[in-house]
């Protein structure tokens, strides 16, 4: 069935270095300057910290070499790549279920990622026009929003949420650049798109980054992040914490799969997979020493939630120095962040699209970045008309979550643990023993060490975790 037979060959990255930089720009997006900050704060700091590495480097890592095996290996999107793997390994293509469930995974996630990262593009926008009110007045490095109460400012965050259309453009204007990136296909659209946006990203975070260090708090800013008190871990952190490691890694939605399926080049999949996980969890942790000191300085709550980024840094920003330009140029950083990973989503079932049903890419794109920009509609519409809808009401632990949280929940709750489950399973036990160790290159202690992470450790605990975080009186807690 597969498109890919027809006569122009598939699309590919022109380098393996094009992949890692795709790869990374998928992995680093709003997990990783939002989300690991916001849980990092509410989890007590240096203890989750600690766990998250961990779980980074011995259940996430083991996934990137797996999930990249895949795609690699069977050169197609990832329904179809997973049932090559399991043709060559002798094993029932019903294995590739796992690739339909990360397909949906994905386009269930896009779909209310890029309604955040609408909220990111309008404060680009409240950021920008402040910044331009500051040039005006011939004071380009004073604070931001000048004058305006924390009230006023932390209102900002409420007034956008309470209007539909502010939230429906935004959304629509970050769908449509996502969509058409990736309707642009592999190599002029999201190979280009990482290449002129990630160093982009790296200046910015490298840049605040110093600036914080100066302005802001450095010191109480560490302690915080990585002076770990185990005594606030609970389970739920646990989950939380693998839960993130899996986003923050883009595992368990197919999405490396199908990165991985438009590798053309035979280097071994190692230290592909090590530079990817490296970057991720560094930049999580600068993200942290970015966020942190300046929120310290102003002696705000680092446990502030979802609104840390939203209300407590606009905040902190109007006393900085320069806390306008800063301010700016911060949510430009986490909307580049957001674009490169949004089209990795966005392209997981446009793939799917494309080899299965044998679509265009423009029509593929053009039926899921659609269908997605509907379901996000939903999702927005939960702060405001819908505010009272509650999907998954009936199960304890989405009572009372609306939309756009019970998408992401159960997504990463549920899908992305499961996901990563069966990725590990059909890796670590089904796949080709030959197969794998030919495509990954990995041998000696080095394959040994990653077999067990991936036939043992990845299901034990991933599958633990995923049991004791949706049945939390399993463990009374
Ligand atoms: N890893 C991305 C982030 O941290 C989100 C993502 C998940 C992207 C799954 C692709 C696939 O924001």
Known sequence: MAASTGTTPREGWSSRSAFILAAIGAAVGLGNVWRFPTLAGENGGGAFVLVYVAFVFLLGLPLVISEIFLGRTGQDDAVGSIRKVAQRSGVSEAWSGFGIMGVVAAFLIVSFYSVVAGWVLYYVGVMGADFVGALAAGDPLRGALPGESQEAIQGRMGDLFADPMLLLAMHFAFMGVTLYIVARGIGSGIEAAATVLMPMFFVLLIGITIYGAFAGDMGEALAFLFTPDFSKLTSQSLNTALGQALFSLSLGVAGLITYGSYIKGSDGLGSTSLTIAFADTGVALIAGMMIFPIVFAVGLD???????????????????????????????????????????????????????????????????????????????????VWADVRPLGFWDLFADTDILDTIDGFTGKVMLPLGAFFTAIFVGWRADRRLVQEMTGLSGSWLALWRFLIAWLCPLAVGLILVTGLFPAILGS
């Open 302 to 384: 680092p446990a502030a939630g979802p609104t840390l980024v939203f209300q407590t840094l606009p905040f902190a920003f109007q006393t900085m120095p320069a806390g306008s330009l800063i301010g700016l140029l911060f949510f430009v950083l986490i909307l580049v962040a957001a674009v490169t990973s949004s089209i990795s989503l966005l392209e997981v079932p446009t793939a799917w699209g494309i080899g299965e049903m044998g679509w265009s890419r423009t029509t593929s794109a053009l039926i899921f970045g659609g269908s997605a920009f509907l379901v996000g509609i939903a999702c927005l519409l939960g702060y405001n």
